[in-house]
Each structure stands twice: as structure tokens, then as C-alpha cells.
């Protein structure tokens, strides 16, 4: 029904950018929130950053000042802005996104992407 794909993902030297989209397409009628989350080997799955349909944003302390995130709601997508890149921000990044749907108006249900990898690596 609906399918987020994430770009972007890649490999890149400490201290350089990378910048993450996400798109939502399908049976979309409405999206809320979209959120950025990160998965390293062996770790739980990590929020890295927020935005409201509104635009209002929150980021994980780890991230506060490097990343910036946006969305573009004709398009349905959101955006990671990913400054100053450290090592540890190594991972596989995942977007999420709470949508209604055409075929159930009324409620918000979660959906996500398939990941894209970001190393960070000299």
C-alpha cells in the first residue's frame, strides 16, 4: 500500500556530508511525522531525528548541530542533512513515516524503509 525508499547512502571521509532522502508513494492520504533512525551490528535500532508535518524538528544529542533534517510534503519526502561526519555515525539508516491511508481513513499506521548504509571511513 505504501512504500518508503530511502537514497542516498554511500561512503564518505570523516568530517564530510552525505545527504539522506526518503520518499513515501502509494495509498497515501496523509503523512505525519517522519522520523530518521540508525542500526549498527549487534545495537537496537536508534532514533536519530524527527519532523512533524509542521516542520518542527528533534534530533538525538549525538547528532544536535551536524544533521539537519526537512521534509517537503508536496513530494512526500523527507530529507538528512549529514554534516561533519564522524565513524560513529556508521550505520544503516532507516526512515519511518506514520501515514493514513485511502483504505483507512481515520488512523495512523507506521511504515518503513529498507535501509541504506552510510560509513563513515578514511
Known amino acids: 500500500q505504501v512504500q518508503l525508499v530511502e537514497s542516498g547512502g554511500g561512503l564518505v571521509q570523516p568530517g564530510g556530508s552525505l545527504r539522506l532522502s526518503c520518499a513515501a508513494s502509494?495509498?497515501?492520504?496523509?503523512?505525519?511525522?517522519m522520523c530518521w533512525y540508525r542500526q549498527t551490528p549487534g545495537e537496537q535500532r536508534e532514533p536519530v531525528a524527527v519532523?512533524?508535518?509542521?516542520?518542527?524538528?528533534n534530533y538525538a544529542d549525538a547528532v544536535k548541530g551536524r544533521f539537519t533534517i526537512s521534509r517537503d510534503n508536496a513530494k512526500n519526502t523527507t530529507y538528512l542533512q549529514m554534516d561533519s561526519l564522524k565513524p560513529e555515525d556508521t550505520a544503516v539508516y532507516y526512515c519511518?513515516?506514520?501515514?493514513?491511508?485511502?483504505?483507512?481513513?481515520?488512523?495512523?499506521?507506521?511504515?518503513w524503509g529498507q535501509g541504506t548504509q552510510v560509513t563513515v571511513s578514511s
Open positions: 519532523i512533524s508535518s509542521a516542520g518542527t524538528t
Open positions: 502509494g495509498s497515501i492520504f496523509s503523512v505525519g511525522i
Open positions: 519511518s513515516a506514520a501515514v493514513i491511508t485511502t483504505q483507512a481513513l481515520g488512523s495512523w499506521s507506521p511504515y
